[in-house]
């Protein structure tokens, strides 16, 4: 019996930590004389909707990578550490996109028997020796997750491996939790912004579920949105914007009436092996969510840090099946018809799409349906490949005439790509030709980002709250 007593006075002992270490970080969060700290802001200028025909050109056309959850861990040997040198390895080629994103949990941080947390050292070793050695022609940005500042004193702490082994910790110091980067074209400009919400002071398990935004990072948020008029501006975060990361198991998918704006939850790339491509092709945000072949999320590895004298010991690379974003029509449902010209669909001549594979595109065998009705014009690959100043563009299109379809209707779009292996992929999705947006139908996910969940959660555990509009970004 005695030994429960003392299961017991410890467990409380590290509630009382936690609790003490939560109140501390958030200590610039709660109210203040004359409400300071709360900021309203107003969005830039208008989107151009100057007329441009969407073609069968590579122009007006750029993608990225986001992956998240990474975890890279010492102690597990199935999916973490293995999943993201299979994703360097056998998918960044393939995909070669103008940047990389990762946000947050970078490292998993826990004990072999999942039930204490500390920084460790191999594991901020892996994930960094794995990009300067699998990804250094990359241009790479990062942020941290909760499980990146599990146990943190504070930002300067020698705990903080974030600081000395993150790729973008120098510009996280430097803008005091937020950094931003351009994408510059002929064509337009845009605008990228990374929000690390980790508590000052971060708690151990399992209170840091919680991230937060003080008043000098809300600023320079502000600064960041506010500088210029952009074509379209993207925020990465680690926290979903109400719920900071609540964990209901569901990936958090919906749209914001009240800043017209999508908020889009990736999955993690540890357990189910997720990676994201985002496309903007004449200002039509498209993405798709990826999975790592079934053979990788499957595969153990007797080694979790495959390190050898500061090498990485890389896994054989696997042949994965092609990848399809299609970038035009766009998706009814993401639709965001106050900041997409959705209108240049209607005028367009062809619909477009990219191809990701390892198999060169003379041997694919592509083909399309529009409502279950075999598309009559030919797939062809207008594509370019990378130069020294340019990534590679795995376009390909097909002509059509939207007019044929009825503009209030629903359309359904389905490609199939086939290698001479047999490797398939393929890629549904619907469409509109009256600028208007289906709903996303997110069930739970969307319920919870349109709620206070944080405020809830925070009542529920009788812990102090901060004003609901200090969580997440604007």
């Given at each position: 019996?005695?030994?429960?007593?003392?299961?017991?006075?410890?467990?409380?002992?590290?509630?009382?930590?936690?609790?003490?270490?939560?109140?501390?970080?958030?200590?610039?969060?709660?109210?203040?004389?004359?409400?300071?700290?709360?900021?309203?802001?107003?969005?830039?200028?208008?989107?151009?909707?100057?007329?441009?025909?969407?073609?069968?050109?590579?122009?007006?056309?750029?993608?990225?990578?986001?992956?998240?959850?990474?975890?890279?861990?010492?102690?597990?040997?199935?999916?973490?550490?293995q999943h993201f040198l299979h994703f360097i390895q056998s998918i960044l080629p393939n995909v070669n996109p103008s940047f990389v994103v990762v946000t947050g949990d970078l490292t998993d941080a826990k004990d072999s028997r999942k039930q204490t947390s500390?920084?460790?050292?191999?594991?901020?070793?892996?994930?960094?020796?794995?990009?300067?050695?699998?990804?250094?022609?990359?241009?790479?940005?990062?942020?941290?997750?909760?499980?990146?500042?599990?146990?943190?004193?504070?930002?300067?702490?020698?705990?903080?491996?974030?600081?000395?082994?993150?790729?973008?910790?120098?510009?996280?110091?430097?803008?005091?939790?937020?950094?931003?980067?351009?994408?510059?074209h002929p064509y337009g400009n845009y605008k990228f912004i990374a929000i690390d919400a980790c508590p000052k002071k971060g708690p151990s398990r399992p209170l840091n579920f919680f991230g937060y935004l003080t008043s000098r990072t809300m600023d320079q948020?502000?600064?960041?949105?506010?500088?210029?008029?952009?074509?379209?501006?993207?925020?990465?975060?680690?926290?979903?914007?109400?719920?900071?990361?609540?964990?209901?198991?569901?990936?958090?998918?919906?749209?914001?009436?009240?800043?017209?704006?999508?908020?889009?939850?990736?999955?993690?790339?540890?357990?189910?092996?997720?990676?994201?491509?985002?496309?903007?092709?004449?200002?039509?945000?498209?993405?798709?969510?990826?999975?790592?072949?079934?053979?990788?999320?499957?595969?153990?590895?007797?080694?979790?840090?495959?390190?050898?004298?500061?090498?990485?010991?890389?896994?054989?690379?696997?042949?994965?099946?092609?990848?399809?974003?299609?970038?035009?029509?766009?998706?009814?449902?993401?639709?965001?018809?106050?900041?997409?010209?959705?209108?240049?669909?209607?005028?367009?001549?062809?619909?477009?799409?990219?191809?990701?594979?390892?198999?060169?595109?003379?041997?694919?065998?592509?083909?399309?349906?529009?409502?279950?009705?075999?598309?009559?014009?030919?797939?062809?690959?207008?594509?370019?490949?990378?130069?020294?100043?340019?990534?590679?563009?795995?376009?390909?299109?097909?002509?059509?005439?939207?007019?044929?379809?009825?503009?209030?209707?629903?359309?359904?779009?389905?490609?199939?790509?086939?290698?001479?292996?047999?490797?398939?992929?393929?890629?549904?999705?619907?469409?509109?030709?009256?600028?208007?947006?289906?709903?996303?139908?997110?069930?739970?996910?969307?319920?919870?980002?349109?709620?206070?969940?944080?405020?809830?959660?925070?009542?529920?555990?009788?812990?102090?709250?901060?004003?609901?509009?200090?969580?997440g970004h604007p």
């Amino acid at each position: 019996m005695a030994k429960y007593y003392v299961y017991l006075f410890l467990l409380c002992i590290s509630a009382w930590r936690a609790y003490f270490l939560f109140k501390a970080s958030t200590q610039s969060l709660r109210a203040t004389e004359g409400g300071k700290g709360i900021h309203s802001f107003s969005p830039p200028g208008p989107l151009n909707r100057s007329l441009v025909v969407i073609g069968d050109q590579p122009d007006h056309l750029f993608y990225f990578v986001q992956i998240s959850d990474l975890h890279i861990s010492k102690y597990r040997s199935k999916g973490h550490t293995q999943h993201f040198l299979h994703f360097i390895q056998s998918i960044l080629p393939n995909v070669n996109p103008s940047f990389v994103v990762v946000t947050g949990d970078l490292t998993d941080a826990k004990d072999s028997r999942k039930q204490t947390s500390q920084q460790y050292i191999e594991e901020w070793s892996m994930y960094r020796s794995a990009i300067e050695q699998g990804a250094s022609d990359v241009r790479w940005y990062d942020l941290r997750g909760n499980h990146d500042c599990f146990d943190l004193p504070s930002w300067q702490s020698r705990a903080n491996l974030y600081r000395t082994h993150g790729k973008s910790a120098a510009q996280i110091a430097h803008g005091e939790g937020v950094y931003g980067w351009e994408e510059k074209h002929p064509y337009g400009n845009y605008k990228f912004i990374a929000i690390d919400a980790c508590p000052k002071k971060g708690p151990s398990r399992p209170l840091n579920f919680f991230g937060y935004l003080t008043s000098r990072t809300m600023d320079q948020l502000a600064h960041h949105v506010l500088s210029s008029s952009y074509n379209h501006t993207f925020m990465f975060s680690h926290y979903p914007t109400t719920t900071m990361v609540f964990g209901l198991g569901n990936v958090l998918q919906a749209y914001h009436p009240a800043t017209q704006s999508l908020e889009l939850e990736l999955g993690d790339m540890k357990e189910h092996g997720l990676y994201r491509i985002v496309a903007i092709d004449h200002d039509l945000i498209s993405f798709v969510d990826v999975q790592l072949p079934s053979s990788v999320l499957l595969r153990h590895s007797s080694h979790p840090i495959p390190l050898q004298d500061s090498a990485v010991v890389w896994p054989p690379p696997v042949e994965a099946s092609p990848v399809i974003l299609i970038t035009h029509p766009k998706e009814a449902k993401f639709a965001i018809p106050s900041k997409e010209p959705l209108e240049r669909m209607a005028k367009s001549t062809h619909l477009r799409f990219l191809v990701f594979s390892s198999t060169p595109p003379s041997e694919l065998t592509v083909r399309l349906w529009i409502n279950d009705m075999e598309h009559p014009s030919p797939a062809i690959y207008m594509g370019t490949h990378a130069t020294n100043t340019t990534s590679a563009m795995p376009l390909w299109v097909a002509a059509w005439d939207p007019s044929h379809y009825h503009p209030n209707a629903l359309h359904t779009l389905r490609i199939q790509v086939e290698t001479p292996t047999h490797l398939q992929g393929q890629s549904t999705m619907q469409f509109r030709l009256d600028t208007k947006r289906e709903n996303i139908r997110s069930g739970v996910g969307g319920w919870v980002i349109g709620s206070h969940m944080v405020t809830m959660v925070s009542l529920c555990f009788t812990l102090p709250s901060a004003p609901s509009n200090h969580y997440g970004h604007p």
